[in-house]
């Protein structure tokens, strides 16, 4: 039928698509790396700190996004990766990068294991269980005072030479600024991607209609256990990280409220694009600072942001971004029409589209 766009002119548009947003995310990362030269070190620590909760958000909110499976226990393979990587700095002479990649590998592992057991449990039940297994965690790192130092928290101490700067250096957030923006956006790149291999439209359309894959002969099980465990490694890195920069763990990064509030912070960004919870991070820091001297009453004002992105932009907000974008492009495709005496048609408005074919195109 004239008119109508064939497969090719479909390909052809999200091929195009996807070459804008592989030179936005080159353009951004590049920019990035020169925050230093731009904002102060105060701003610049506080940065640091968003990108590290914003990579946490990242794994949960990338979890549902393709899965549609909201968790609350991520905050374990968070914690038990900054542990696992003080353990073994502790008791094992190994070079930083094994015992960074040690670190990582506990918390994936125990991603992996979790995920396992709980990934076939639907809906509300599959978050208040891992919720519970995250509880479980807090309550057993809080057992093993001798590993953990229980509620006083852990000191750590690296050593070694990290891409080639000792690695206590990375406790300045001057020279740990390339190292957690580079993970960073190397982490938003690489689930982008994998977003949009056939894997990835394969979670968005058993997110979609679980059922009907299975009737169609696919396996529905390992794919979301593979796709728990990308996530809970993205988590287990983030505490990895943190540890670098910070030389410090307690007990709070394996409880529940790490993982609420990296849950807050994607929904306020966005979860359906990869950009959206390091942007919601970013909101986040900036208004828990900017209260910090009205005690705990930015707690609050969170909330109130929470309810109005919810309720205005459920897409957060980058679904904001889109939307001012969209209207830029109206008004410009307009105006030489305009300026030609032509009549104006009304471009439709569109309509948030929560379905597998959108999401995998992000």
């Known amino acids: 039928m004239s008119g109508t766009p064939t497969v090719a002119d479909t390909l052809r548009r999200r091929n195009r698509t996807a070459r804008w947003q592989a ?8 920019a990035g790396l020169g925050a230093p030269w731009v904002i102060s ?13 914003g990579l946490l958000a990242l794994s949960i909110g ?3 996004r393709q899965t549609g499976q909201l968790s609350f226990g991520h905050a374990a393979f968070y914690g038990i990766a900054g542990y696992a990587t003080s353990y073994v700095a502790q008791e094992a002479d190994l070079p930083i990068g094994l015992t960074l990649l040690a670190g990582i590998a506990c918390g994936t592992l125990a991603a992996f294991v979790v995920g396992l057991v709980t990934i076939r449990v639907p809906g509300i039940a599959f978050a208040m269980l891992t919720l ?14 001798s590993v953990t130092r229980g509620a006083d928290g852990l000191n ?4 070694g030479t990290l891409l080639g700067k000792d690695v ?3 406790g300045n957030p001057v020279e740990a600024w390339p190292l957690v923006w580079g993970v960073l956006m190397a982490v938003v790149a690489a689930l982008w991607a994998l977003s949009r291999t056939t894997w990835g439209r394969r979670l968005a359309s058993i997110r979609d209609n679980e059922e009907r894959m299975r009737f169609s002969g696919y396996a529905t099980y390992w794919p979301r256990v593979v796709a728990f465990t990308v996530s809970g490694a993205v988590a287990g890195l983030a505490g990895t990280l943190n540890l670098v920069t910070t ?3 307690s007990l709070s990064a394996l409880f529940w409220s790490t993982s609420g509030i990296a849950l807050i912070v994607a929904v306020i960004g966005g979860v359906r694009s990869v950009l959206g919870p390091p942007l919601g991070a970013v909101l986040f820091v900036v208004l828990q600072n900017s209260l910090a001297g009205s005690g705990n009453h930015y707690q609050a004002v969170i909330g109130v942001v929470l309810i109005v992105v919810v309720l205005v932009a459920p897409g957060g907000c980058v679904e904001l971004v889109e939307r001012a974008a969209a ?9 030489p029409r305009k300026e030609a005496g032509m009549p104006v048609v009304p471009t439709p408005t569109p309509t948030p589209d929560r379905g597998g074919r959108r999401a995998a195109a992000r």
């Open 156 to 159: 750590v101490s690296l050593d």
């Open 132 to 145: 519970a297994i995250g509880m479980l965690v807090w309550v057993a790192g809080g057992q093993l005072h």
């Open 62 to 64: 990338w979890l549902l």
């Open 168 to 170: 206590v250096m990375y």
């Open 247 to 249: 030389s410090f763990i």
């Open 41 to 53: 070190l105060y701003q610049l620590q506080l940065a640091q700190q968003a990108m590290v909760m």
């Open 327 to 335: 209207a830029a492009r109206r008004r410009l495709s307009r105006r």
């Open 23 to 30: 030179l936005a995310w080159l353009v951004l990362a590049v």
